[in-house]
């Protein structure tokens, strides 16, 4: 096949392939039409001439001894036989024989037409999908196309279709085509009959992570860590910050001057509500500050279940509406969170106190003496 190479890097130039994978693409396609055209029972090989840009097929025959019996006279030629054609080939070394692909009927010609199309293609699906795989836990962004009778959403990314499935976008989202929207990938798939899919979703924790990298400098570059973060869609989250350096306040940082970076992100998510909060190695204190705003009497951690006294006029700010805030901080911290009501005057460990005298109690009480 005079040209070839003119041939494949038109094909590489076009799909975006590299032209090696192509080339390899090409060599397979015609061995295999040729085991279906010419005979199934040769061994075929076939290479590519760059400096003549062609490409020569042929069939590789095995060397053996003389005294070797080999009923198999497709693949092995006895050494005397052989040194017909190559006084000084040798004892398992190969004879090629160059076939002629210029008889190739039309039958065999569509045939690798065929195979060479569907190769390509799958080598088009294989790159998007190591591509896209890349990509996992990512925000990507592209133009809404179409949204189904099922609520489903599909996105236009680049060079393929992506779908948002209803249940992966946050409650009371309305999309209409031809808006831009952007979405974590979540997974991506690959089958012979249905090529790659593409799953996203606006309702992972892993969305409000991507969208608090982007916005936050500090997170971006390492200097401030997301430890932990839990999500209850369009309603409320919870994120655990952490930072190596002294001169960095993560949850200032990340808030920013009047709240104008965790605002950009909280609108972005249909204005979730956000609270930042110090991550800490002690489970106690960890506990504690994700139980915020509620203030904390004191936590006791057995395995992974912690039981927080607190007082009754604190426990409705720890539970939250319809118990959103303790929820949130139980999937943030990873334990079971037990709230334990205690009076104003009794302790963690049941033994009462004297009530706190105030300020003005302490002053009276030294005019009096």
Do not use: W
Not at 171 to 186: D, H, N, P, S
Not at 239 to 267: F, Q, Y
């Amino acid at each position: 096949m005079e040209k070839i190479l003119d041939i494949i890097e038109g094909i590489s130039y076009e799909k975006g392939l590299p032209i090696e994978s192509v080339m390899e693409v090409v060599k397979e396609s015609v061995i295999k039409v040729a085991q279906q055209t010419l005979d199934s029972k040769i061994l075929y090989d076939a290479e590519i001439n760059k400096k003549n840009k062609t490409l020569h097929l042929y069939q590789v025959i095995s060397v053996c001894g003389d005294d070797e019996i080999k009923e198999d006279k497709e693949h092995y030629i006895p050494l005397s036989e052989a040194r017909k054609h190559d006084g000084e080939i040798k004892v398992g070394d190969e004879l090629r024989y160059e076939l002629s692909l210029e008889n190739m009927n039309r039958s065999a010609v569509n045939t690798l037409f065929r195979e060479l199309e569907f190769r390509i293609q799958r080598l088009v699906e294989t790159q998007l999908f190591d591509k896209y795989k890349a990509q996992i836990g990512k925000i990507v962004s592209g133009n809404v196309v179409r949204i189904d009778d099922l609520g489903n959403t599909f996105v236009e990314i680049d060079e393929i279709r992506a779908v948002l499935p209803k249940k992966n976008r946050i409650k009371g989202e309305e999309f209409r085509v031809g808006q831009v929207i952007g979405a974590v990938l979540k997974y991506v798939g690959i089958d012979k009959q249905n090529g790659i899919s593409i799953e996203l979703s606006r309702t992972t924790p892993k969305m409000l992570e991507e969208l608090l990298r982007l916005e936050v400098p500090e997170i971006k570059d390492g200097e401030v860590e997301i430890v932990a973060c839990a999500r209850i869609p369009g309603e409320r989250a919870k994120v655990a910050l952490k930072t190596d350096s002294m001169k960095v306040d993560p949850v200032g940082a990340t808030v920013g001057v009047k709240g104008v970076r965790i605002n950009a992100v909280s609108k972005e998510l249909k204005n979730e509500s956000i609270d930042c909060i110090e991550f800490s190695n002690q489970p106690e204190i960890y506990i504690a500050r994700a139980l915020s705003p509620a203030l904390i009497v004191s936590v006791v951690v057995e395995d992974k279940k912690a039981v927080v006294s607190i007082s009754s006029e604190q426990k409705p700010k720890a539970i939250g509406k319809n118990g959103i805030n303790v929820r949130l901080a139980s999937m943030l911290t990873g334990y079971e969170i037990e709230l334990k009501e205690i009076d104003h005057g009794t302790l963690a460990d049941g033994q009462t106190k004297e009530p706190e005298k105030s300020n003005l109690d302490i002053l009276s009480s030294l005019f009096k003496e």
